[in-house]
């Protein structure tokens, strides 16, 4: 088969050109422009938008787009120039339901005209550039209408008189203002801004200064806040009701500047009312209202955090300088923990917890609690306080409540070491002497301890328990091994205390009776019998006993006392009258010590099972002491206690802080040691620097001291100066 040719098809011209009427196009804008007049008119009922959209298809396709688009232009602003003359002729209240019956009607005829044009506005305003129809008619009422200045001004002045008769409590046409604030967002953002917002913000700038002015004057601080907080309230809501969302940042931010900013230094310290006031007062609700309200302006919380803190320190420096409160150690710390619980309270419940105010908090705490050179002994008084006697009967979780308020006020202190060696010679005291409420209660807080600052710092406390529990078991060992030889004689209990755990104590001579030092011998050669290398030496001073006395008339009872007291006790067994001298040289008890003995013996009501003469309070050298076998009690156990104050005397103190001093140089010289074992070399200000940030949980070091224990490690060789530089020092390995 050969193959077919194939057929080359060529388009020709159209031969015979439409002839268009040269009146075409006039003629059927006069119906398109009849169409728009009864649209406005209200009569479309009867027109055909088939028809009329095809005549406005054809003038656009026979390229009469531009005289339909001008004769849209030229109709619409006839119109509308009717129309803005008849909401200008529209009186008083009419005028915004005219203006808004007629914003709605322009609307509606918009929406036909767009329909009836929607071919042009696909393709002829586009190609041309020019603005749609929807868009245009929005711009003609704009400018023909709104912007006519007989309307506009007016238009202004009732929107804003119907805000200020609102504010003012009259009830106004949330509906018809939503409406006619609507009209100017969608006119534009510009619109509505410049036509309204503006000088809504600005009349409402004006209302709330005048406003503030009048309510400074004539309410009290808390009050002043509430009608500001209904002020606010009730814009937020105006802005909901019939306002641009966008508005409710800027009036807000109106009300704030002129209600609170302008005025906050004056709220804050007003008298009898300000922050203060509230804060003394427990005015919870008003300073959750003046917080809200202060946090929304520029430094509103600055300024009540720093006034908070200035009355925080404040009350702490005079609760420190107080001498009632200072006499009473437990009272004064019971006190410092209220004190915190109300800020934390505070804090908590009106300052959302807010983070920099706990802090501000915790900084006050610091400063004032460290003012006082007591803080840390006057802690450990109340901590000994709660567990001897203040935590009996207590449930667990309230224990350990308080031990969590201990810590909190422990971290507090920059001298934790002052704190550890009073807690220490407290902690003795209560195992010693049994006094303790609960062997769990004291762990946990020793858990708490070395959970806050290591291992090194508790370890001697943790070795106290661990001397207490084996001196249990050397007991039962003992009295396994001697129960037949004591037999009717006194019965011992001893601690034996590791020395380096416990506080060191100054060895104290007394002459024990003969009847204990058999039983105390038998117990020295039992240890020592069991233990190798170990070396006794009795602690007097620490001891108690249980001693059965008989009184006048056969009267029995068990006193309780301390080891001093036995001494003296039972020197009236062959005496019933003795002198302070003979005593003294008797029993060789220091003095100190004896006078307190004697007076708890012989100047205690309830307790006095000696009689004094002369009779006085304090002890003198020239007093004489009797046997008192008149003594009653409507108890059979009578515990004589010691008479002693809770607090060190200033000598004491003085001397706690010489240990204290003491202790810490190894401390010093160990951190110096070990930066400039990983430095090399390091100047004195960085080595003063980098020990202070080493020591800080412990204690804050002397920057002096810090520079004598250079000076001793440079004289042991542990360091050298450079000889180039006298400030830089190098490690000599």
């Not at 600005?202 to 005048?210: H, I, P, T």
């Not at 249990?472 to 380096?500: C, E, K, N, R, Y």
């Not at 401390?667 to 070399?681: H, S």
């Not at 412990?698 to 250079?710: D, G, S």
């Amino acid at each position: 088969m050969s193959a077919q040719k194939k057929k080359a098809f060529q388009i020709e011209e159209f031969k015979h050109r439409v002839v268009v009427d040269p009146k075409y196009a006039e003629k059927t804008w006069k119906i398109l422009e009849h169409a728009i007049h009864e649209i406005y008119n209200h009569n479309a009922s009867g027109l055909s938008f088939e028809e009329l959209y095809r005549n406005a298809y054809n003038m656009v396709l026979h390229k009469f787009g531009e005289k339909l688009y001008s004769g849209l232009v030229t109709t619409m602003t006839s119109h509308l120039k009717e129309i803005s003359n008849s909401i200008e002729a529209a009186q008083g209240g009419l005028f915004l339901d005219e203006l808004n019956r007629k914003w709605a009607e322009h609307n509606k005829a918009l929406q036909m005209i767009r329909d009836i044009l929607m071919y042009m506005d696909r393709t002829f305003i586009p190609n041309t550039h020019k603005t749609p129809v929807h868009e245009l008619g929005l711009n003609l009422w704009r400018d023909v209408v709104i912007h006519f200045h007989a309307i506009q001004s007016r238009l202004q002045a009732i929107l804003l008189e119907n805000v200020r008769r609102e504010r003012s409590g009259e009830v106004i046409d949330r509906g018809l203002m939503r409406s006619i604030t609507k009209m100017l967002m969608d006119l534009g953002p510009s619109v509505y801004q410049d036509d309204f917002e503006k000088h809504f913000l600005e009349v409402s700038a004006d209302f709330y200064r005048l406003e503030s002015q009048e309510f400074i004057e004539s309410c009290d601080c808390g009050e002043y806040l509430k009608k500001a907080e209904r002020r606010l309230n009730e814009e937020i809501e105006r802005v909901s009701h019939y306002l641009d969302t966008r508005s409710e940042v800027k009036i807000t931010n109106v009300v704030e500047t002129e209600m609170i900013e302008s005025h906050m230094h004056r709220l804050v310290q007003m008298e009898n009312s300000g922050l203060i006031n509230m804060i003394v007062d427990e005015k919870f609700e008003d300073l959750g209202r003046m917080y809200c309200l202060f946090r929304q302006v520029s430094n509103g919380l600055v300024l009540i955090r720093d006034v908070m803190t200035s009355f925080i320190r404040d009350t702490g420096k005079q609760l420190l300088t107080d001498p009632e409160r200072l006499k009473d150690p437990v009272d004064f710390v019971q006190h410092l923990l209220d004190l915190k619980d109300k800020y934390d309270k505070i804090i908590t419940s009106a300052f959302r917890n807010d983070k920099t105010f706990q802090n501000a908090l915790n900084s006050s705490f610091e400063y004032f609690i460290n003012l006082n050179s007591r803080s840390p002994e006057f802690i450990s008084l109340f901590v000994d306080d709660k567990l001897r006697k203040g935590l009996r009967g207590v449930t667990e979780e309230d224990v350990e409540l308080v031990l969590d308020k201990v810590m909190m006020l422990f971290r507090y202190l920059q001298e934790k070491d002052v704190f550890e060696k009073y807690y220490k010679q407290h902690l003795a005291k209560r195992l010693l002497s049994g006094k303790s409420v609960s062997d769990d209660a004291e762990r946990s807080l020793i858990v708490k301890l070395k959970t806050e600052c290591g291992y090194q710092f508790t370890s001697k406390l943790e070795g106290m328990f661990t001397d207490m529990k084996t001196s249990q078991d050397t007991m039962q060992g003992f009295h396994a091994s001697h129960g037949s030889d004591i037999g009717d004689g006194p019965m011992l209990s001893v601690q034996v205390l590791t020395t380096g755990s416990w506080p060191t104590q100054p060895i104290t001579t007394c002459n024990l009776p003969a009847e204990i030092l058999g039983i105390c011998e038998k117990f020295r050669n039992y240890y020592l019998g069991t233990h190798t290398g170990r070396r006794l030496s009795w602690q007097t001073n620490m001891g108690t006993a249980d001693l059965k006395a008989t009184f006048g008339k056969g009267q029995k009872h068990e006193l309780n006392v301390s080891t001093y007291q036995m001494c003296v006790l039972m020197l009236f067994n062959d005496a019933d009258r003795l002198s302070y001298k003979e005593i003294e040289q008797v029993t060789e008890i220091p003095t100190s010590d004896l006078k307190r003995c004697l007076q708890s013996l012989a100047c205690v009501k309830g307790k006095n099972v000696l009689r004094k003469e002369p009779m006085s309070k304090d002890i003198a050298d020239t007093d004489t002491f009797l046997f008192n076998d008149k003594y009653t009690s409507k108890f059979f156990k009578v515990k004589i206690g010691t008479v002693a104050a809770q607090r060190e005397s200033e000598p004491e103190n003085q001397e706690t802080r010489q240990r204290v001093e003491e202790d810490r140089k190894p401390q010093i010289e160990a951190a110096i040691v070990r930066i400039m074992k990983a430095r090399r070399v390091l100047d004195h200000n960085n080595i003063v620097a980098e020990v202070t940030k080493q020591l800080q949980s412990r204690f804050l070091p002397n920057p002096v001291v810090i520079k004598k224990r250079i000076e001793s490690l440079i004289e042991r060789e542990f360091l050298e100066r450079d000889k180039g530089d006298r400030k830089l020092y190098r490690y000599l390995a």
